[in-house]
T-cell receptor, first 112, second 116 residues
Framework: LAKTTQPISMDSYEGQEVNITCSHN???????ITWYQQFPSQGPRFIIQ???TKVTNEVASLFIPADRKSSTLSLPRVSLSDTAVYYC?????????????FGTGTRLQVFP | GAVVSQHPSRVICKSGTSVKIECRSL??????MFWYRQFPKKSLMLMAT?????????EQGVEKDKFLINHASLTLSTLTVTSAHPEDSSFYIC????????????FGPGTRLTVT
């Protein structure tokens, strides 16, 4: 399973764009990159998933360079409610690996 | 989207007793369910993986006789913490996927266990 490395914490202000980068140097061919958000005392919530290039949904964008050794979660115009821990996970979506391993996550604090 | 529930949301028990936590997939059939525990300000730690109708696969260092997992149906998995001790106090989270792999994992809201 590919290990991920993220910054432990980040600070931002309301209205700013936040980019959280995750390193996964040992990512395998079948691995997808998935980001989750977790609020205190709640289960993680799926944000976005991608394999390569760029993926965008209503809440975030995910940028993945050609070598796939890193990925960047982009949150446009954050608000106070985006204060949470963000986890980057790498997992085999072909069914060969049936578990996800959580890294340390990035604790994002948004200030008014 | 797919919904996973857990019951109870929080439980307090005395040391030496056993506690059962239920994880249900409400609107889909979960071939695989996962159990995690999380200590304050720490990341989620995978405890075990269970596939419906078969024995759970435990991660290294997790005592299978202490944390009993049953996945009797495609919508229900249970985690029983046997002979609980204060060090078992933690936040327990389950997740479920609709395939044999970890694609599209949906997480429950978690159960806060406090052992006194």
């Amino acid at each position: 399973l590919a290990k991920t490395t993220q910054p432990i914490s980040m600070d931002s202000y309301e209205g700013q764009e936040v980019n959280i980068t995750c390193s996964h140097n040992n990512i395998a061919t079948n691995d997808y990159i998935t980001w989750y958000q977790q609020f205190p005392s709640q289960g993680p919530r799926f944000i976005i998933q991608g394999y390569k290039t760029k993926v965008t949904n209503e809440v975030a964008s995910l940028f993945i360079p050609a070598d796939r050794k890193s990925s960047t979660l982009s949150l446009p115009r954050v608000s106070l409610s985006d204060t949470a821990v963000y986890y980057c996970l790498v997992g085999d979506m072909s069914g060969n690996t049936d578990k996800l391993i959580f890294g340390t996550g990035t604790r994002l604090q948004v200030f008014p | 989207g797919a919904v996973v529930s857990q019951h109870p949301s929080r439980v307090i028990c005395k040391s030496g007793t056993s506690v059962k936590i239920e994880c249900r997939s409400l609107d889909f059939q979960a071939t695989t369910m996962f159990w995690y525990r999380q200590f304050p300000k720490k990341s989620l730690m995978l405890m075990a993986t269970s596939n419906e109708g078969s024995k759970a696969t435990y991660e290294q260092g997790v005592e299978k006789d202490k944390f009993l997992i049953n996945h009797a149906s495609l919508t229900l998995s249970t985690l029983t913490v046997t002979s609980a001790h204060p060090e078992d106090s933690s936040f327990y989270i389950c997740s479920a996927s609709t395939t044999m792999g970890s694609y599209e994992q949906y997480f429950g809201p978690g159960t806060r266990l406090t052992v006194t």
